[in-house]
């Protein structure tokens, strides 16, 4: 008898729990009846807007929620993902929505989303992702994954410094400038043609991504 009890006590902890939220009643229904035939998966709750998935969240503490990124009126789902985590930091929130656009993916994964997917996904990907989530493993959309990508690529180009680009000369301009000197100043100081000094400046000005002086 006690065995018994204590492998039920072990299956117990491998079910993983969901709530799914999305302001689609169809939308619940169709992912909610697929998962409830995954035997490591049991659907807790569902919730159709922010308001009643902090409830739930609050009443049910699930392993993993899916999360729509649009929800109706009111609270959008990355506040929604930002509010979740204060309240059960231990949960896993996987983003479930069709918009993967910058200003969604980023807001999102910063407001605590660990998953982020696309609503084309195919049934059995989703299940997996949710069994990794439990795990604390992310799952991105291939096209999510690609825009990230590139973000960082485009932030680490961003972390050269723009001043290494500039030649000797241009520097030399550049500190001039700095010092307050215009360009005749700056063409009598360094015995060039005013026309040279404008065309460095015209560069500096380039090369550091400036509209004017």
């Not at 699930?62 to 059960?88: C, F, H, Q, R, Y």
């Not at 795990?135 to 960082?152: C, D, F, T, Y």
């Not at 009598?188 to 400046?201: D, G, P, W, Y």
Request: net charge negative.
């Amino acid at each position: 008898m006690t065995n018994k009890s204590n492998l039920n006590k072990e299956l117990e902890l491998e079910t993983i729990s969901v709530l799914i939220v999305d302001d689609h009643e169809l939308v619940r229904q169709g992912i909610e009846t697929f998962l409830n035939l995954q035997p490591d998966i049991e659907i807790v709750a569902s919730a159709a807007n922010a308001k009643q998935a902090i409830q739930q969240v609050t009443e049910f503490v699930p392993d993993v929620i899916l999360m729509d990124l649009n929800l109706g009126e009111g609270m959008n789902g990355i506040e929604a993902t930002s509010k979740i985590k204060a309240i059960s930091p231990q949960s896993k929130i996987i983003v479930l929505t069709s918009f993967h656009d910058d200003e969604y993916i980023f807001p999102a994964i910063k407001s605590g989303a660990l998953s982020y997917l696309l609503k084309d996904i195919e049934p059995t990907e989703l299940a997996e992702a949710i069994r990794k989530a439990a795990l604390g493993q992310a799952v991105l959309a291939p096209k999510v994954a690609k825009i990230i990508v590139n973000e960082m690529q485009l932030s680490a180009e961003e972390k050269i410094p723009l001043h290494s680009q500039l030649s000797v000369r241009e520097l030399e301009i550049l500190k001039l400038i700095a010092e307050g000197l215009n360009n005749q100043e700056i063409s009598n100081l360094l015995n060039i043609a005013i026309k040279t000094v404008r065309c460095h400046v015209s560069n500096i000005l380039s090369k550091l991504h400036l509209r004017d002086r």
